[in-house]
């Protein structure tokens, strides 16, 4: 996902993980799994979407999501 990562200030590419959270337009998401273990986006409604159905929702209203907790590449950066 292409996202604005606020600890660089640029907008670059994120391999989410479960329990990564992000804001996009005012809404806030939660990263989880399914039971096919393939990734959902929750949104604050309880809404349960594919990353790809939010990405080309997201490019359609031409919002750039904020990372807000990303544990994947930022567990290992100090």
Same mark, same amino acid.
């Given at each position: 996902?292409?996202?604005?990562? @606020? *600890?660089?200030?640029?907008? %670059? /590419?994120?391999?989410? =993980?479960? #329990?990564? $959270? &992000?804001?996009? #337009?005012?809404?806030?998401? +939660?990263?989880?799994?399914?039971? /096919? +273990?393939?990734?959902? !986006? $929750?949104?604050?409604?309880? *809404?349960? %979407?594919? !990353? /790809?159905e939010c990405?080309?929702?997201? =490019?359609?209203? #031409? $919002? !750039? @999501?904020?990372? $807000? %907790?990303h544990i994947g590449?930022?567990? &290992?950066?100090?």
């Open positions: 996902m292409i996202a604005f990562d @606020p *600890r660089s200030g640029e907008v %670059r /590419d994120f391999d989410l =993980c479960q #329990g990564d $959270v &992000f804001e996009a #337009g005012n809404e806030a998401f +939660l990263v989880t799994l399914s039971g /096919d +273990l393939s990734l959902r !986006v $929750v949104d604050m409604f309880g *809404r349960s %979407r594919s !990353v /790809d990405e080309a929702e997201w =490019c359609t209203r #031409g $919002v !750039v @999501p904020e990372m $807000v %907790r590449a930022w567990r &290992f950066e100090s």
